[in-house]
């Protein structure tokens, strides 16, 4: 088992014992309802009082439904709390293993392993009890009838070997058609997941029809994983089917000739029936099988995310400064192209600095490290002399925040997208610098107006995403982040912006405007810096025109 699947069996706990004491009791009273019944045969045959073995078969029927009942309680309650542990976790993975590292699974098929596969681990502790208590059955049964004859147990040992034979191969095709199918689910809900956030530009390009044929073309592909499901448990079921009265066949034709010698009686040979018919019954547990099987693949799909190494952080604090942000011999690569190239370059505290250059050129990825949206894989990121891995999670985001071209805004209401956890002091400073105030305020419940209910323009939306990351105290991060706003709105923010003394801001822009007010320009070439200098300087040069397009 791997280490997530055993992981997940553990993680049953308690309800664990009571699932396997629930499977004991209604095992043993299985076991022994067949005897009892025996003896109330060979009472009957020789006249005497039946009345006590029919008593004691009908309490322990009764226990075999108690047995039932709580196995039944007990699993549901099993999986359900194991599945919100588990989608905790997922989500918790997701959520520390960064924006970077989480690119590597498209959002859909996330949402796939969350949502559904989870449910198919959780069952994995109840699933493997089942299986264990499905071995008690043919097990008791075959030192039963070694009581009754040895030769029973011989003929019962003889077909129960073929129908191990039939579960194991099972089990083999049934974990790696599970998988098949649960990748092929992931892939069209990754699709759907994408057309769903690019639905208006489907819309206004006409390409709806196009887009569905693209989403559900692996479609076929899944309706074959799910008849390859269906033809191995039926499979199974048929090989089963037949192992199964060939053991009771065998059992049977052995205890005639055992009657017939006079070795056992009527009772033990009606016991002997049903033990044969019990540990023929083992082929019947497919099912319980298949669920150990899905259990796996779930697991399995889970592991991919969990083991994604997560982003770390060190325990180191701050020392006094102003927001001095240093990038030191810095590259970064991503599938074998190279984005940012021996990056050496500081950024004074306190400066409002714009980072400027064609597409493509790295400026996004040079935001993303100074926000530690990503790593570098050379070279070190400081703040006022710190790397920035080795600070404490609180520290890094209390010291630094970024927005975004296109902000992604959460929470129950405005004031939560603004100002997660802030008092609402703080939370009205932000949004009027940014000039979120001018329409928040107009909305019927203000900032406490449900997300859901607060209809907002590109700009409107960049705005409220400018508010979230104005809490910043020595590093400021926009990404393009007022690409969207009217050049009214973008210049009071701007001029806010490099007012607001106290913490260095590095901002990715397009708008000559921008760069222009800014204290210096880093131009960024080919993933290479190009040159750091005032605006005014920079535009003597063609190239750097150029690259405002």
């Known amino acids: 088992m791997s280490t997530t699947f055993g992981a997940i069996v553990r993680r049953g706990g308690a309800w664990l014992p009571v699932i396997g004491f629930a499977a004991l009791a209604g095992t043993l009273s299985t076991l022994a309802l067949p005897a009892v019944l025996g003896r109330a045969v060979d009472a009957i045959v020789a006249g005497d009082d039946s009345g006590r073995w029919l008593v004691l078969a009908a309490a322990l029927v009764v226990v075999g439904i108690l047995a039932d009942l709580i196995d039944a309680s007990a699993g549901i309650a099993c999986v359900a709390s194991t599945t919100a542990w588990l989608r905790n976790r997922l989500v918790r993975q997701v959520l520390r293993m960064g924006p970077d590292r989480a690119r590597r699974f498209d959002t859909g098929d996330l949402v796939s392993r969350i949502s559904g596969n ?20 043919p097990a008791g049964s075959l030192v039963l009838l070694v009581v009754i004859d040895p030769w029973l147990a011989v003929a019962f040992v003889a077909g129960l070997a073929v129908v191990a034979a039939v579960l194991r191969a099972f089990t083999i095709r049934s974990t790696a058609v599970f998988t098949a199918y649960q990748r092929t689910q992931g892939r069209i809900a990754a699709r759907l997941a994408e057309s769903l956030a690019g639905a208006r530009t489907i819309a206004a390009a006409g390409t709806a029809g196009r887009e569905e044929s693209r989403v559900l073309e692996p479609l076929p592909e899944l309706h ?22 060939l053991v009771l066949v065998a059992v049977l034709a052995v205890g005639g000739l055992a009657l017939v010698d006079g070795r056992i009686t009527a009772g033990d040979l009606f016991a002997a029936s049903r033990y044969a018919v019990l540990g023929a019954g083992l082929g019947g547990l497919a099912g319980v099988f298949g669920q150990l099987a899905r259990a796996r693949a779930g697991a399995a799909r889970a592991a991919e995310v969990l083991t994604v190494p997560a982003v770390g952080h060190g325990s180191r604090g701050l020392p006094e400064g102003t927001g001095r942000l240093e990038f030191r011999h810095v590259t970064v690569r991503s599938d074998g192209t190279t984005l940012l190239d021996d990056v050496d370059l500081t950024v004074p505290g306190g400066a ?3 980072v400027v250059g064609r597409s493509g050129a790295g400026k996004s990825v040079l935001a993303a490290l100074a926000a530690r949206l990503r790593d570098p894989d050379e070279g070190a990121v400081r703040l006022d002399g710190v790397p920035l891995g080795e600070l404490s999670h609180a520290a890094l985001r209390t010291a630094v925040c970024a927005a975004f071209e296109r902000p992604v805004l959460v929470g ?5 997208a603004i100002g997660p956890g802030r008092d609402r002091a703080e939370l009205l400073t932000a949004a009027r610098a940014t ?5 928040v305020s107009r909305y019927p419940e203000g900032y406490d107006t449900p997300l859901a209910d607060a209809p907002m323009s590109g700009g409107e939306a960049q705005r409220v995403g400018l508010a979230r990351a104005w809490h910043a105290r020595r590093l400021l991060v926009l990404d393009d982040a007022t690409s969207s706003l009217d050049m009214v709105t973008e210049m009071q923010i701007s001029r806010t912006l490099t007012g607001d003394g106290g913490r260095t801001r590095l901002i990715v822009t397009h708008r000559v405007s921008t760069a222009a007010r800014a204290d210096c320009v880093v131009w960024l070439d080919g993933g290479r810096v190009r040159a750091v200098a005032p605006h005014h300087r920079l535009w003597q040069d063609a190239g750097y025109r150029e690259a405002f397009g």
Do not use: C, K, N, Y
């Open 435 to 439: 000039h979120a105030h001018e329409f």
């Open 224 to 245: 074959g994983h799910g008849r390859q499901t269906w033809q191995v448990l039926s499979r199974a079921a048929a090989q089963g089917a037949v192992a199964g009265p």
């Open 118 to 137: 989870a449910v198919d681990a959780a069952q994995a502790g109840p699933a493997v009890v089942t299986v264990v208590a499905a071995v008690l059955p």
């Open 412 to 416: 129950a209401t405005v004031g939560d």
């Open 352 to 354: 409002t600095v714009a």
